[in-house]
């Protein structure tokens, strides 16, 4: 059982920056992917960044050229820099994970940390 504790939450002003770290431990395998999504209240959660243990990024539009995903491979602990933060950043993000254990994928989530950007 993997678990993953975020940290780096907070209150920013627009512009401002905020940097979230998450550590996954427990892990009998191998983690693959990592990443972080977001939610607001009534809406569905949605893909921030992923990346893959060989350094391979994705990101949602809305954040391209702003927030940048990382990884320790070694401590397994995935990053994400967000720059230039806007209201419309102001969510719950939540570290994501997905385990290889054998031949089976397992995801495993985060608890979530509030990010808020006031105008």
């Known amino acids: 059982q993997v678990q993953l504790v975020e940290s780096g939450g907070g209150l920013v002003q627009v512009g401002g920056s905020l940097r979230l770290s998450c550590a996954a431990s427990?892990?009998?395998?191998?983690?693959?992917?990592m990443g972080w999504y977001r939610q607001t209240p009534g809406k569905a959660r949605k893909l921030v960044a992923t990346?893959?243990?060989?350094?391979?990024?994705n990101y949602a539009d809305s954040v391209k050229g702003r927030f940048t995903i990382s990884r320790d491979n070694a401590k397994d602990v995935v990053y994400l820099q967000m720059n230039s933060l806007k209201p419309e950043d102001t969510a719950v993000y939540s570290c994501?994970?997905?385990?290889?254990?054998?031949?089976?994928?397992?995801?495993?989530w985060g608890q979530g940390t509030q990010v808020t950007v006031s105008s």
């Open positions: 994501y994970a997905r385990e290889r254990s054998g031949v089976i994928d397992y995801d495993y």
């Open positions: 427990g892990s009998s395998g191998r983690i693959n992917a």
């Open positions: 990346i893959s243990s060989g350094g391979t990024t």
